[in-house]
Structures are given as structure tokens and as C-alpha cells.
């Protein structure tokens, strides 16, 4: 069993940087892959970056590749996305997962799921 709560959203410009945290209860945090997703309004949920266990291995989305960096720290239960250059095509509810063992980029493949973060960037 594991509990997720996403943080640090909120209101940006175009060009600025958010660093969102989701902070994991559970012992087992080590044995889950980790993901974010987004889903902006009147949209589906779509994959955006992934963590492997160790944070090793990584995965992203072409429209985040370069921009957004997904990392763990595995002390503090904790998996971070660092988004900088931020565009307002980037707006949407910002939601983390939580997959065992492996990570996938399909929305419907995670175990545990966050109850998302708001990000909105304005032109």
C-alpha cells in the first residue's frame, strides 16, 4: 500500500520553472517505479515522465523532453519533476503514480495514484 500527495503547483508565466514533490507513505517505497502525469481540461491524461526504482532509468514525453527532469530520493520517500520553461500548453492537473517494480507510460498500468497538483502557465 502506498499513499501519494503531489505538491507545489500553482499560478506561473511562460519561460518560468515549478518544481512539483510527491511525498509517498508506505515502507515499501523502494520497490515502486514512479510516474507524473497531466491531464489539462476537456483532455485524457497523458504521460509525461517516469522513474525506475533506483532512479536510474528514466522516460518522458517528446512535448517535455529537455525541459522537465523527473527525480527520486528514496531516503525522504519523495519523487520530484522539475519543469522549467514552462509553456502554456503545460497547464493541467499534474498527477503522480506509483507502479510496482517497473515503470510503464501507460496511464493505466500504475497501482496508486496522487490527487494531483494544479499547474497554469499564462502567455
Known amino acids: 500500500q502506498v499513499q501519494l500527495v503531489e505538491s507545489g503547483g500553482g499560478l506561473v508565466q511562460a519561460g518560468d520553472s515549478l518544481r512539483l514533490s510527491c511525498a509517498a507513505s508506505?515502507?515499501?517505497?523502494?520497490?515502486?517505479?514512479m510516474g507524473w502525469f497531466r491531464q489539462a481540461p476537456g483532455k485524457e491524461r497523458d504521460f509525461v515522465a517516469a522513474?525506475?526504482?533506483?532512479?536510474?532509468?528514466?522516460a518522458y514525453a517528446d512535448s517535455v523532453k529537455g525541459r522537465f527532469t523527473i527525480s527520486r530520493d528514496n531516503a525522504k520517500s519523495t519523487v520530484y519533476l522539475q519543469m522549467n520553461t514552462l509553456k502554456p500548453e503545460d497547464t493541467a492537473v499534474y498527477y503522480c503514480?506509483?507502479?510496482?517494480?517497473?515503470?510503464?507510460?501507460?496511464?493505466?498500468?500504475?497501482?496508486?495514484w496522487g490527487q494531483g497538483t494544479q499547474v497554469a502557465v499564462s502567455s
Open positions: 503514480a506509483a507502479r510496482r517494480l517497473f515503470y510503464t507510460t501507460n496511464t493505466y498500468g500504475y497501482d496508486y
Open positions: 508506505g515502507p515499501t517505497f523502494r520497490n515502486y517505479a
Open positions: 522513474i525506475g526504482l533506483n532512479g536510474g532509468s528514466t
